[in-house]
């Protein structure tokens, strides 16, 4: 039974060993976007964040606009393949449509690991005819992995060009688990003339007592919730070639109109680099 069809009947039914009475961020994320894709320990979580920092469901929407920006810019420069990891759960305007609006004949490749947003997804994506849209589950946190199952699949080209898209997922990763590491093990595989499109949040422009309280709701998720400097977040471009406006709030990464008040000090850097 497809997810769509579930919903028209309320909570939809999922095995009891995928918990979703646990907030996940990806579904958090499509709360703060408006969306229904959620459960009720979800919307809770999500209530509760917003109630320590209501800037929350803006800043989503605003990385939510940098990804457009990002991926159309990336296929304006020739671009044709999209590896979109931890893509969390396919809204109106994901990578796939802003991609193959540009050029019809992308290919999107989408991972993820929480089974949940796997079905959302495939539920709700459809490629051109001409592109391909794929779904892929694996960990972030396993680049190898990731490489390996896209590979298998013969989904990209991994001797052309190829977008790679970490949206608003790399705060997701603490320390120990290499954030760093991961984010060059999958530039090491990438063709030269290959992208990066980074988003990442920020506690630059909170109170201490206010991230405090955000990341408490994300200590009892799936994931844990890791805001970085810009310096920390400028770390993962070394060795690429960042594009300009380089590393900037979501908002000022070039905009297609006036940014609105405030929009230096919103929660979310933004950068697209390239690889030589």
């Not at 039974?1 to 579904?27: C, F, K, N, Q, W």
């Not at 000022?252 to 940014?259: I, Q, V, Y």
Request: aromatic share 6%; hydrophobic share 40%; with cysteine.
């Amino acid at each position: 039974m497809e997810y769509e069809t579930m919903r028209e009947h309320g909570e939809p039914s999922v095995p009891a060993d995928l918990h979703p009475e646990i907030p996940h961020p990806a579904r958090m994320y499509d709360y703060y976007l408006g969306g229904k894709d959620n459960f009720p320990a979800d919307r809770a979580a999500a209530e509760r964040a917003l109630a320590a920092n209501p800037e929350f469901r803006s800043t989503a929407r605003a990385n939510r606009a940098f990804l457009h920006r990002a991926v159309r810019t990336a296929a304006a420069l020739g671009l044709d393949q999209f590896l979109d990891i931890g893509t969390g759960i396919p809204t109106a305007g994901h990578t796939h449509e802003i991609a193959q609006t540009v050029n019809p004949r992308s290919r999107v490749v989408y991972v993820d690991n929480d089974p949940i947003v796997l079905t959302h997804a495939r539920a709700l994506m459809a490629g051109t005819p001409l592109g391909r849209t794929a779904v892929l589950q694996a960990d972030l946190r396993d680049p190898a992995d990731v490489l390996s199952a896209t590979k298998a699949e013969h989904l990209l080209d991994f001797g052309r060009p190829v977008a790679l898209v970490l949206a608003a997922v790399l705060h997701f990763l603490p320390d120990e688990d290499r954030p760093y590491e991961v984010v060059h093990t999958l530039l090491d595989a990438l063709a030269p003339g290959s992208c990066l499109i980074l988003s990442h949040g920020t506690a630059d422009f909170i109170p201490a007592e206010v991230r405090d309280r955000v990341t408490g709701v994300y200590d009892r998720a799936t994931a844990p919730l890791v805001g970085r400097s810009r310096e920390q977040v400028q770390a993962f471009l070394d060795g690429l070639e960042v594009l300009d406006p380089g590393v900037v709030t979501v908002p000022l990464w070039r905009p297609d109109g006036a940014p609105g008040e405030g929009a230096e000090r919103v929660s979310m850097y933004g950068a697209l680099a390239r690889k030589a």
